[in-house]
T-cell receptor
C-alpha cells in the first residue's frame, strides 16, 4: 500500500495567520482526502481532493477557510486560513485507490495561540 | 448515508486476556468495513478490512473481525493482548462523499484500549 509523508508534523501559529500542510504519496493514488481530528475525538472528513479540479467539501467546511490543491496524483496541500484557537486540531491526509481502505499520513498537530 | 457506532469509548484489560471491541454500522447500501489503529501521536494504520466473501477477516498483529450482516456488526477481537496493543481503535465504513463521486470513510468515535500489566 502507499506510503504518505505529511509535513509539518506540528506547528504553533498565531491567530489570523495561515498554515499550509503538505502530503506526498510514494505512488499514484486515485483519491486523496483531508480529515480533522479534534482532541479526543474521531476523524471528520473536511474534503476530497480532486486531481485537476476543485475539491469537494463536506457540510460545514468551505473553500475560503480550507483551500485545497491537488496538482497531480501524488501530492496535495491543505491550507488552514485566518486561524483561530478553534482550529487547533490534528489534520490528517489520506490516500488510496478505491474502496480497499486508505493509507494515512502521520498527521499535523496544529495549535493556534 | 452511513454511520458507525462504537459501543465502548474505553476498554481496560489485563495483558494476555482476550478482548472484543464492538462496532455497529448502518447503511442503506452494501458496505465495506474497516478497523484502524492509532498509536499515540501517530496517524492511522489499517488493521483489517471486509469487502466481501468470508465473514471472518484476519488482520495484522493477531487481530480478527467478524462481519455479521443480520446484526449489522463488525466486532474486533484478539485472543491475547499485549501491552503494545494499547491504542485508539477506529471502526469505519465506506460510502460516497458529498459530491457522489468518490468513496470516503465514515469513522466511529473510537475505542481506547488500555492493556495493563
Amino acid at each position: 500500500s502507499a506510503v504518505i509523508s505529511q509535513k509539518p508534523s506540528r506547528d504553533i501559529c498565531q491567530r489570523g495567520t495561515s498554515l499550509t500542510i503538505q502530503c506526498q504519496v510514494d505512488s499514484q493514488v486515485t483519491m486523496m482526502f483531508w480529515y480533522r481530528q479534534q482532541p479526543g475525538q474521531s476523524l471528520t472528513l473536511i474534503a476530497t481532493a480532486n486531481q485537476g479540479s476543485e475539491a469537494t467539501y463536506e457540510s460545514g467546511f468551505v473553500i475560503d477557510k480550507f483551500p485545497i490543491s491537488r496538482p497531480n496524483l501524488t501530492f496535495s496541500t491543505l491550507t488552514v486560513s485566518n486561524m483561530s484557537p478553534e482550529d487547533s486540531s490534528i489534520y490528517l491526509c489520506s490516500g488510496g485507490t478505491g474502496v480497499y481502505g486508505y493509507t494515512f499520513g502521520s498527521g499535523t498537530r496544529l495549535t493556534v495561540v | 448515508a452511513q454511520s458507525v457506532t462504537q459501543l465502548d469509548s474505553q476498554v481496560p484489560v489485563f495483558e494476555e486476556a482476550p478482548v472484543e471491541l464492538r462496532c455497529n454500522y448502518s447503511s442503506s447500501v452494501s458496505v465495506y468495513l474497516f478497523w484502524y489503529v492509532q498509536y499515540p501521536n501517530q496517524g492511522l494504520q489499517l488493521l483489517l478490512k471486509y469487502l466481501s466473501g468470508s465473514t471472518l477477516v484476519k488482520g495484522i498483529n493477531g487481530f480478527e473481525a467478524e462481519f455479521n450482516k443480520s446484526q449489522t456488526s463488525f466486532h474486533l477481537r484478539k485472543p491475547s493482548v499485549h501491552i503494545s496493543d494499547t491504542a485508539e481503535y477506529f471502526c469505519a465504513v465506506s460510502g460516497w462523499n458529498s459530491g457522489g463521486s468518490n468513496y470516503k470513510l465514515t469513522f466511529g468515535k473510537g475505542t481506547l484500549l488500555t492493556v495493563n500489566p
